[in-house]
């Protein structure tokens, strides 16, 4: 038997699986890594302390595996987008990884987003008017950091940096070009528009590649501290967009891939490019008669975290005592409150917001209030508002893509059930939960058995998916959810004259 | 020594105080009675029960006061306004008492607002276009109990019946008829186009006497029952609202009194009617060149009591535990955030409002919302969103009566200090604390005096006030609260345009 290994290096943390060619799993590791956030606006990392989080994940989980009947013949990666990091000729980096949560290039996409170039510049690229693209914090190095900018040889994301690290490789795929903002959604080569503004060139960036391109030459210490034979090939893959998009067999034109985990994304693949007037939503070519089209959404799971932590602290101890998940507790909770929390509506944008707003100043509000709240509406009320925003970003997608075949959806939130109803009820339509639970990692081990040719098409990752649950919508509940849903949508654009005030106050006065 | 009890007939109890002519408070007694909510637009009391709670709260009073060396020679009277009764000929009630609370004629306040007759009216008669007032009260009954409606001989309010039942005389004082909006303010006599439209007649209504007008002639049983002599006089006193403002010395034009109980109300008086041109405020005549402009509040502390409730219920146990008042702790766990609850904005409206937004359809939110926020920031922010809401009323009242000359403070929130000293950074004000707590009846043993001669003008009730305590806004402090308070007022316009949506969803639903 051989194996393969599947590796998503996230933004909080990096996570390997190994796989056999069956896609059964071996093991499993994960690495975390600081952020860095000297400043407010600013959320970087250090490329070498995520290359040696993948190293000690791949080590591990070969470990762990305790192979005796064969190999690995392949390391197969996802990655986070819109990372960005400047190496010099020698390829040393003169800055850490620039995140997608980096802010400082905000500047530029306001003027970008006023003046209308960067609508222009969307519809070439694909990429939304926002600061966590690299075309952006390119602008921003050019104007705020003119030395470094004229001192950098390369400008790469974090996996093609790891890769060229273990391999002395330096190549780029579409699927995390595209994600830069620098490439050309028609042609799929590097968008001479977009050098020119930020004012770079084509030697400075990757060579591109397909997402299944793979090579040899690992370089033996790696190899051998990791337990892997030289002769692995190394898989480019894709961005953890499209991976865990794939990953839940979300294939087909029009079959929609929510992913609700700390952040959470709406996505599917279309097979000509879609742009939406009101660049709500990013599209990404992927590879041939494949683009990604989606939005990006902050405010996930981390919003229940964070009410979790807020409101629930004393619950929380309570349930340890009676040795049950509080997450669980939550659920337990919020099932004691009607569907629509007698009225209370909460808008999650307690960190800003991508899609559907692109406004960083967005706040997190509850409105409604009355006298027969409690603590259970409001908990209630947080699962419902991260749905409500998710199908926001939904009906957004709808208008540019056409009414979805099927929601498959993924993530953190599936363990809870109620929650994974609500947004049956929401949505006013089924919703397939794959069994499989770890998308991405499995689409990158798939990707690699097709650049070994031992799968050829992309439909074919359905037979390692599991088996399938099913939501279905419940009619008295969503009839409850089709009066507030266009309540949550209206508040939405009356907030959202007042965000920029209060982020300016918390700005000015951070406590 | 001589005694005078004054009693305050609330909308949830009646108080009761004994007091010698000094001002000193002998005994104290409460009694509670029945809220009927049968329909939630419904508010009813029964009228012989509340009765029932003066007699044995002014029984308790005279037992416990244990007078050896003098007699009760006054009964004087603080009842809560807009009241309505109706009575057969006989004067037996028909009805219970319709509170202010009672939302039944809604329809007809709406329909005067909307018209421009209700404008037409409020410039007549002081009293804003709400389902509280009688006036509108009376188009109900005559609309929509229309038998009901012909079989009453008389309209009464609650402590004209409570006074008649007592005495055999049935006598309205001005303060009470200004608030029912059948009283013209200039005249100060009964208004014929308010009698005309809600079709009574001016011997339907009781006599119109002064608010120290006197009487005697008790009935012998209820003398004996309440251990009181016969020969005991009544004096008429007024309504809540005034007598609380002359009660914590508020007396002078322009300087305002700020009560913030259960509910809460800015009130100023001024020397000629002074109408506010949209309509936010009351301006009832009081007495000669005495008239009282002000708002009535609905979400005072029992907005407090909500969070409390709602947000602390686990902590409640804890301080039980540590012998420490909930509310005091509710102050501490406030104080430790910043002023402006690093950006968390509160509006206050669980229970709709009365002043500033006259709206039944108002609900409470939260806005500004970011991952820092805890529930620590939310009780803090309640706090400072009552004051937000009182500091708006009182700006339309500066429109009225210009800039205040000093401002008073009463009412349940003057236990917390944090809450007063909150007061006066967002009101950037000196706030004055009269010692003195119970204002309401003590000026109506202060009226009771001026009816028996033994004082002559109302500006002398300050003797009895005790020392004051004074809070002085800090700069630091309110430099914030400017950055918060237009942001607050924004927001209320905004959200307006969605209150009803969300208010009907909370009817057709209710839970
Ligand atoms: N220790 C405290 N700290 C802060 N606020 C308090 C404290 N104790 C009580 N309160 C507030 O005071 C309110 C009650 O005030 P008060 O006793 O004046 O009410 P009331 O007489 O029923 O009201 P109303 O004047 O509207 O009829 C409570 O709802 C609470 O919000
Ligand atoms: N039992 C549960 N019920 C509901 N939600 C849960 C539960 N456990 C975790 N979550 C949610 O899932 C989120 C994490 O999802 P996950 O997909 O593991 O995240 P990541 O994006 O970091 O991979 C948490 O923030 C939390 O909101």
New interface residues.
Partial sequence: MNYIIGIDVGTTSTKALLYDTDGKIYAKANKGYTLYQDTPDMAEEDPDEIFNATLSAIQEVVAKAQLTDGKVIAISWSAQQHSLIALNKDFKPLTRTLTWADNRSEKYAREYKENGRGMAMYQRTGLPIHPMGPFYKLLYFKNEQPDLFKRTAYWVGIKEYIIWKYTGVLKEEISMAAASGLLNMKTCDWDPEALKETGITKDQLPELVDLTDKFQGIKSEYAKVMGIDEDVYFVMGATDGALSTIGVGAIDSGVLAINIGTSAAVRTFVDKPRIDPKARLYCYPIMKGKYLVGGPINNGG?VLS?AH???F???EQAAKLLGMDSYDMLSKIAATV?A?S??L?FHPY??GERAPLWDANA?????????????AHMIRAVMEGIMYNLYSVTLALKEVTGDPKAILAAGGFAQSKLWTQMMADIFENDIIIPESYESGSLAAMFLAKMALGMEDKLEDIKKYLGKENKYQPNEETFA?YR??V??YL??SR??S??YK???D??R????
Avoid: M, V
């Fill in positions: 981390i964070w932590d807020a409101l602290a004393s619950e009607p629509g007698d009225g509506i307690l960190g706040r997190g509000s509850f409105f409604g209030l009355n006298r027969k709240h409690t603590k409850r009066k507030l266009p309540i209206r508040l009356e907030f004259t007042e005030a209060i982020a106050y918390q000015e006065f951070p406590g």
